[in-house]
């Protein structure tokens, strides 16, 4: 009899050993099924995100182009703040502040270049002009002034002689 036992116990060890199989052949079908489904959602969800992420891309891209374009008009706007401090300056003349008026000159001669090798805008053209006509009214200033300080030095020099 113990050997019927034991053959018994084993029959009953391989009847739970082969239901143990099962069930786990059992979960593991379950968990490709599950996985499987999860693969299959996750390949909707991206495909059905794609045209939010390519009007993303082109917000971004339109963003970045407005960004761009922002700055090159500060640039030149901030070309034509200067060309109006700098006639503020000129029409003042050079009698309060040689140096300024000499700076303010440069700046003008600056924006002239600026816009003369930017002749795509459209108002380069009466930029350029207003700007040259504004630098022969300075060096005619500084003319006058040269003049004014000549004449006063002669004068000068006369009475202490």
Same mark, same amino acid.
């Given at each position: 009899m113990g050997i019927s036992q034991a053959m018994d116990a084993l029959r009953q060890r391989a009847v739970f050993v082969k239901e143990s199989l099962h069930k786990s052949q059992t979960i593991t079908d379950n968990m490709v099924s599950i996985l499987g489904s999860f693969d299959h959602r996750l390949s909707a969800l991206e495909t059905a995100m794609r045209p939010t992420q390519i009007k993303t891309h082109s917000i971004r891209s339109a963003h970045d182009n407005i960004d761009k374009t922002l700055k090159a008009a500060e640039?030149? @706007?901030?070309?034509?703040?200067?060309?109006?401090?700098? /006639?503020? !300056?000129? *029409?003042?003349?050079?009698?309060?502040?040689?140096?300024?008026?000499?700076?303010?000159?440069?700046?003008?001669?600056?924006?002239?270049?600026?816009?003369?090798?930017?002749?795509?805008?459209?108002?380069?053209?009466?930029?350029?002009?207003?700007?040259?006509?504004? @630098?022969?009214?300075?060096?005619?200033k500084l003319e006058e /002034?040269? !003049?004014? *300080?000549?004449?006063?030095?002669?004068?000068?020099?006369?009475y202490e002689i």
């Amino acid at each position: 009899m113990g050997i019927s036992q034991a053959m018994d116990a084993l029959r009953q060890r391989a009847v739970f050993v082969k239901e143990s199989l099962h069930k786990s052949q059992t979960i593991t079908d379950n968990m490709v099924s599950i996985l499987g489904s999860f693969d299959h959602r996750l390949s909707a969800l991206e495909t059905a995100m794609r045209p939010t992420q390519i009007k993303t891309h082109s917000i971004r891209s339109a963003h970045d182009n407005i960004d761009k374009t922002l700055k090159a008009a500060e640039g030149i @706007l901030s070309q034509f703040d200067q060309t109006r401090m700098a /006639e503020a !300056k000129i *029409l003042r003349g050079p009698h309060e502040d040689l140096e300024s008026y000499l700076e303010a000159i440069d700046q003008l001669r600056a924006n002239v270049r600026f816009f003369s090798s930017n002749k795509s805008f459209k108002s380069s053209e009466g930029i350029i002009n207003h700007a040259n006509n504004l @630098l022969a009214k300075a060096m005619t200033k500084l003319e006058e /002034e040269f !003049k004014h *300080l000549l004449t006063n030095y002669r004068i000068h020099q006369a009475y202490e002689i």
